[in-house]
């Protein structure tokens, strides 16, 4: 398993929530800096996968590698 | 004839939203679908009005758009 970092322009508990909520529906292991803005997700799926999901959330996201 | 008859106005319902931002996402990015005409989301009232063409998207497809976007979305009065 790979942890993969991610960073999501999540402004308050409502952004991290639906965040948390799209991120379910994939079933990953994940964990979420709200005030850093980070997502950690842990998964051996393909890292656009795990981009084009938290992109659906509508907010700017980049892959900033594995930790 | 003011309006295109296939046009259709539908007020969705949204749970989750707690700031500006996540009413200026969801507005960017239905907004940005196609078929969509007008969009208004309110924090205050936890809805969001939509004006779209029945041609390309329906209120299903639309609370579905929603509901992926990770919030929760129920269809509840529908005007024409």
Same mark, same amino acid.
């Given at each position: 398993?790979? =942890?993969?970092?991610?960073? &999501?322009?999540? =402004?308050?508990?409502?952004?991290? $929530?639906?965040?948390?909520? %799209? +991120? !379910?529906?994939? *079933?990953?292991?994940?964990?979420? *800096?709200?005030?850093?803005?980070?997502?950690?997700?842990?998964? *051996?799926?393909? =890292?656009? %996968?795990?981009?084009?999901?938290?992109? !659906?959330?509508? !907010?700017?996201?980049?892959?900033? $590698?594995? !930790? | 004839?003011? +309006?295109?008859?296939?046009l259709?106005?539908? #007020?969705?319902?949204?749970?989750?939203?707690?700031? $500006?931002?996540?009413? /200026?996402?969801?507005e /960017?990015?239905? $907004?940005?679908?196609?078929? %969509?005409?007008?969009? @208004? &989301?309110?924090l205050?009232? @936890?809805?969001?009005t939509? &004006?779209?063409d029945?041609?390309? /998207?329906?209120?299903?497809?639309?609370?579905?758009?929603?509901? *992926?976007m990770?919030f929760?979305?129920?269809? =509840?009065? #529908?005007?024409?």
């Amino acid at each position: 398993m790979t =942890t993969h970092e991610f960073f &999501v322009d999540m =402004t308050c508990e409502g952004c991290s $929530g639906a965040v948390t909520r %799209v +991120l !379910k529906k994939l *079933d990953v292991k994940f964990d979420i *800096d709200l005030p850093n803005k980070k997502v950690f997700i842990e998964s *051996d799926k393909d =890292t656009d %996968v795990l981009l084009e999901t938290l992109k !659906k959330t509508g !907010k700017t996201v980049n892959y900033i $590698g594995p !930790k | 004839m003011a +309006l295109k008859t296939n046009l259709f106005s539908v #007020t969705l319902s949204v749970e989750g939203m707690t700031c $500006g931002s996540c009413v /200026q996402s969801i507005e /960017q990015r239905i $907004g940005g679908f196609p078929g %969509v005409v007008r969009i @208004k &989301v309110s924090l205050e009232l @936890k809805n969001a009005t939509v &004006v779209f063409d029945q041609a390309l /998207q329906s209120k299903e497809s639309l609370a579905e758009a929603i509901e *992926d976007m990770g919030f929760e979305c129920t269809l =509840t009065e #529908t005007t024409t």
